[in-house]
Structure formats: C-alpha cells, structure tokens
C-alpha cells in the first residue's frame, strides 16, 4: 500500500511571522518619536501593526526590549553592515563619503531629531531611555566604524594610532553645526542639497589630512 505523505506544518519563522514582526518595528520606529517612551502603549504599537498585543509580546519581551530594538532596526536600514566592508580596489575617500552620507542622512531624519530631543529632556527616565538608545544605535554603528578602520590600517590605506578616537572625531565632525541646528528647531527645510554635499565633502577631507599614510623620509 502506498503511503501518502503528510503536508508538515511550518516552523517558526515562517514569513508570517517575519512580516509581523517587521510591521511590529515599523509602528514603534514611528510611535516612540511621536509620542515618547512613556506614551507609546504596547497596545497603541499592536493596533498600528494591525496585530494582537499577544503578538507584539510574543516578538519582543517587553516595551524596554522593543525600543532597543526599533532603534537598532532604524540605524541597519541606512547603515546595513555591508556599507563597512573595505574594498582594497576602491579608495578610503570614496567609501568614508558613503559611510558620511548614510550617517548624516540617519540622524537628520525627523524621527531620529524628535527622539534626540525627547533624550534630552535631563530626567531619570531619559537617562535610562539614553543609555538604552546608545547601546542600540550609535555604540553598534561606532563599533562597527572602528572594526572598519582597523581594516584600513591593516591594509596600509590610513594611518591611525587612536581608532576610537578617530571614529569619534568622524562622527563629532559629520554632526557639525547643520545637525545642531535642526536639533534647536530654527533651520528646517533651509538646507540645499549643495551644502550638504559640501559639508560631507570637507569632513572626508578633513578626516584624510589628519589620517592619510604620509611617505617614509629617507
């Protein structure tokens, strides 16, 4: 007699699941500029996701843990771990500018201005709120920024005793004046895409002086 086989359910992980998930971040990533951590609900972020709050604590433990995560979602889709793969055929200037781009286009985002301010409001509940961001997002894209420069250094393309230091000057620079001054409201809009491309341009330049491999002195 043959046996006829039986279809298996799917697993966990299944696009379903993925798809909930993704709409999960999707809300929050919105919802917690908007309205800050203590008034964004759970069940506000379920009902944005057209999912049950089962379904959000299903994917995400708790508000603390879904927070982290929206922030970490928010800096891998403009600043994927790819971007920081060196290519030994191409030059630093060109990757450092794609790196700069990503970056200044990341934090001047206006989700990612409301959520600076909302971090910056000096209380004990936006201190642990800043401790949560900072490990999510600006540690995970320096960390990987460093890694990045190590690799150049190795590879003889730059020249650079103190990487943690350089990464922090990098971003320090790329922030400049234009991101201090959406962060106080009064530049809106002003920006042209030529001063940007020109803000990003000289903190490349900069960064390079201070970094490129100068020729042995015989």
């Known amino acids: 007699m043959m046996m006829i086989p039986v279809p298996r359910a799917p697993g966990p992980g299944r696009p379903k699941d993925l798809e909930k998930r ?10 917690f500029p908007e309205n800050g951590f203590e008034g964004t609900s759970m069940d506000a972020i379920a009902a944005a996701a057209n999912v049950s709050k089962l379904t959000v604590y299903s994917h995400f433990k708790d508000k603390e843990t879904l927070f982290s995560e929206a922030v970490r979602a928010s800096c891998l889709q403009l600043m994927p771990p790819e971007l920081f793969e060196i290519d030994l055929e191409g030059s630093p200037r060109e990757q450092l500018a794609a790196i700069a781009r990503a970056f200044f286009a990341l934090i001047t985002r206006e989700e990612s201005i409301a959520l600076n301010r909302l971090l910056s409001g000096g209380t ?3 201190a642990k709120l800043g401790q949560m961001f900072w490990e999510a997002g600006p540690q995970v894209v320096q960390s990987a920024f460093a890694d990045f420069l190590r690799r150049l250094v190795a590879a003889g393309q730059l020249d650079i005793a103190d990487v943690p230091r350089a990464t922090s000057q990098f971003f320090s620079l790329l922030k400049g004046e234009l991101h201090a001054r959406l962060l106080c409201g009064c ?10 491309d020109q803000h990003l341009a000289a903190t490349v330049d900069m960064f390079l002086r201070a970094y490129a491999v100068r020729p042995q002195r015989a």
């Open 22 to 31: 993704a709409a999960i971040l999707c809300a929050a990533k919105r919802l």
């Open 124 to 126: 004990v509940a936006s």
């Open 187 to 196: 530049c809106k809009g002003t920006f042209t895409a030529q001063e940007i």
